[in-house]
């Protein structure tokens, strides 16, 4: 299963890739790149990164674990950024949560479970700016039920995760059914178990709703992030145009993809940016820029957190 969700996301990046370059004029590629304003580009960057700090906090809030670990979670995050660069497949996603059961010593179940509802705030925040884009924009969304499956299906994961927390205690005879019948058994109910026990914290409307809150901070400083990159390549374009090549890109990005989300952020601001009249050479242009300031903060991330654990170690 995970080698064929290699290949795939492999497959639909070098598609993407092929598809959007196929429609590049590479001068007015070239051009487009060459006027970016550096200051916009820096704006665009911090935004990004103070996006991913906040990530971390929300999943740190999910987990439980104490004020102290925070650091730890933030390291993880890192961790999984370094590998969503590097590898196909969300295989960063994986590599956080490992990296964060061997940090603090939580339960797979609960470092599991708590990485999936992160993912799944993260997909709700798509839906909450995808309502927006259907309620407020004027122009017609290209691919609009693509988008509006995506959404649905975090809504259904959604709805999923919330009843596992209130009634997943009534699926406890299963699993010591399970947990008798051999290796894989026993050890798909210790993670039930610790994954129902972690997630308890949930169930605090205090909690919920600051994650629900921090989840708006990260969705405002992305759209924050690709509006000023817009503002680099000196488009006069509304903040709405940043909602919706943020809403592309995150609906691109759930799928499976290439390492680094290479051929991603290209067809996802080509069809973003359409609805603008921007031309398709810029799109691309603009798309390769976000995705190379993306890697680059992924990678010098994962990359920073590794060598200063080396260097305390």
Known sequence: ???SMRILGLVLGFIFLVWSFSLVKWDSFLEAVTSVKP?????SAVSLFLSMRLRSIRWHMLTGLPA??????????????LGAAIYPARAGDVMRMLRLQQLTGMGGGLAISSGVIDRILEG??????LLILLLCWRVGLEARQG???????FLVAAVGAAVFVVSGHRLRSLFERLGL?????????????QALSGLQVLRSPRRLILALFIQGLVSLLDVLSCWFLIQAFGWALPL??????????AA????????????????????????YGVDDSASVAYGTTMQVLTLILFIGSGLWVSLNRRQST
């Not at 691109?252 to 609805?275: H, N």
């Open 1 to 3: 299963m995970k080698q």
């Open 124 to 129: 709700l925040g798509l839906c909450g700016l």
């Open 252 to 275: 691109a990005a759930s799928l499976p993809s290439s390492p680094g989300y290479v051929g991603v952020y290209q067809i996802a601001t080509l069809f973003a940016l359409r609805s």
């Open 181 to 193: 019948a051999g290796k894989w058994g026993a050890r798909l109910k210790q993670w039930y178990e």
């Open 240 to 249: 709405m145009a940043g909602v919706v090549v943020l809403v592309y890109i």
């Open 147 to 153: 988008l509006l499956g995506v959404a649905f299906l």
């Open 39 to 43: 200051i916009w580009v820096a704006l």
């Open 68 to 81: 102290k670990d925070q650091p730890k979670v933030w390291e993880a995050t890192c961790i999984g950024y």
